[in-house]
């Protein structure tokens, strides 16, 4: 039994146990995307580019292809195509210039982080 810290209501949940299933949950998952990420590597070694039909499933390969900002912004800089850019809000100057009291009513609050080490 424990109880719930945020209600204080007591369950039956055995934290102990259920952090160490965590634990082997990441350690397997950790172990699986490898296993996953090596077996990636073999299609794109052995496969064309499109999609093929393999065990009954289809495999894709695909061309991962993205802008690559940096060469963009050399080639066209913000003074000579202001058109390219726009203004976004730079939250370390903002943090810097607004006092955190004040601050603290901009903060959106997400679903609570877990971090378990």
């Known amino acids: 039994m424990s109880t719930n810290l945020a ?13 160490a299933e965590r634990a082997q949950l990441v ?19 052995h496969l064309v580019f499109g999609t093929h039909t393999l065990a009954g499933l289809r495999v894709s390969v695909q061309h991962n292809r993205r802008l690559d900002n940096a060469a963009i912004m050399q080639a066209y800089p913000v ?8 203004p976004t809000i730079d939250t370390t100057a903002v943090k810097k210039y607004i006092a955190p009291v004040d601050l ?3 903060y ?5 982080k877990v971090v378990v080490s």
């Open 27 to 45: 350690a397997l998952i950790d172990e699986l995307t490898q296993r996953k990420n090596a077996i990636d590597d073999v299609y794109r070694e």
């Open 79 to 86: 003074t000579a195509c202001p058109e390219l850019y726009k």
């Open 108 to 112: 959106l609050d997400g679903t609570p």
């Open 7 to 19: 209600t204080g209501e007591i369950t039956d949940i055995d934290l102990d146990a259920i952090t």
């Open 104 to 106: 603290d009513a901009f």
